[in-house]
């Protein structure tokens, strides 16, 4: 198509009637197609317009195609600007929840994540993963220890440990997460001696106790099985 204008291009008629107009021209020897826009969509004037824009880049030795991948390399550099930005607000509470859904076993779901929200989401919920870093968490796990809940102060542990481990090998985390945080010697936190389990027996009297607690128990579970039985069939 021709308009007396030295405009020229490829031209497709749609089932709507929508022309597409296209212009080819040479650049270092090239040959390249440039869109000018759809009629009547675009109007004519804009289409030329176009047209002589790309003439003119052409003629002052520019590449009108090297215009739109600069413009496309500067979006994807904004866009991952604003990616990065994310990551460096990306807080432990952020990390937590993830692993809630992905890392967490589901045997140890409930406890988990009852102990979690109690003791853990308050103290570095709220922390930035970049500027995450052992001196909160230990400064929790020594007011834990000094108060005799040496048992608690080793499940926080424990739980900050797996929530960590598994963000330092997940992306993005990963790049946040330089080293660990909780990487703590717990053992020297603890009391001279501590031990995790207790070592003290029961009593006759409180072995005999406990095995009529254990008794009831089993009588109470055999009387109901036939009245389960019954209420399912």
């Known amino acids: 198509m021709r308009d007396g204008s030295g405009l020229s291009g490829k031209v497709h008629a749609t089932r709507d009637g929508t022309v ?3 212009s080819r021209y040479r650049f270092d020897g090239t040959s390249s197609e440039a869109t000018l826009g759809a009629w009547p969509r675009d109007s004519l004037d804009i289409i030329r317009d176009r047209f002589e824009e790309i ?3 052409v ?7 090297g215009r739109k991948q600069a413009v496309a390399a500067k979006l994807k550099q904004e866009q991952e600007d604003i990616e990065r930005r994310r990551e460096q607000q990306l807080t432990f509470g952020d990390l937590y929840a993830v692993w809630q859904t992905e890392g967490l076993l589901r045997k140890d779901g409930e406890y988990a994540r009852s102990f979690c929200e109690r003791h853990l989401l308050p103290l570095v ?3 930035n993963l970049r500027d995450l870093n052992d ?4 400064a929790r796990l ?3 220890i000094a108060e005799g809940k040496c048992r608690t102060a080793l499940e926080l542990f424990a739980f900050a440990g797996q929530v960590l481990r598994w963000g330092l090998v997940r992306n993005p985390r990963r790049r946040l997460l330089d080293i660990n945080p909780i990487e703590i010697d717990i053992d020297r936190l603890l009391p001279p001696g501590y031990k995790p389990y207790r070592e003290r027996v029961l009593t006759p009297e409180e072995a005999w106790t406990l095995n009529q607690r254990f008794m009831t128990i089993r009588e109470a579970w055999t009387l109901a099985q036939p009245e389960a039985q019954h209420q399912a069939a």
């Not at 003629?59 to 195609?65: E, L, Q």
């Not at 001196?135 to 230990?138: D, F, G, Q, V």
């Open 142 to 144: 020594r007011a834990l």
């Open 59 to 65: 003629s002052h030795g520019t590449d009108p195609a």
């Open 125 to 127: 919920g709220r922390t």
């Open 20 to 22: 597409s107009v296209h």
């Open 55 to 57: 003439s003119l880049r």
């Open 135 to 138: 001196s909160a968490l230990a």
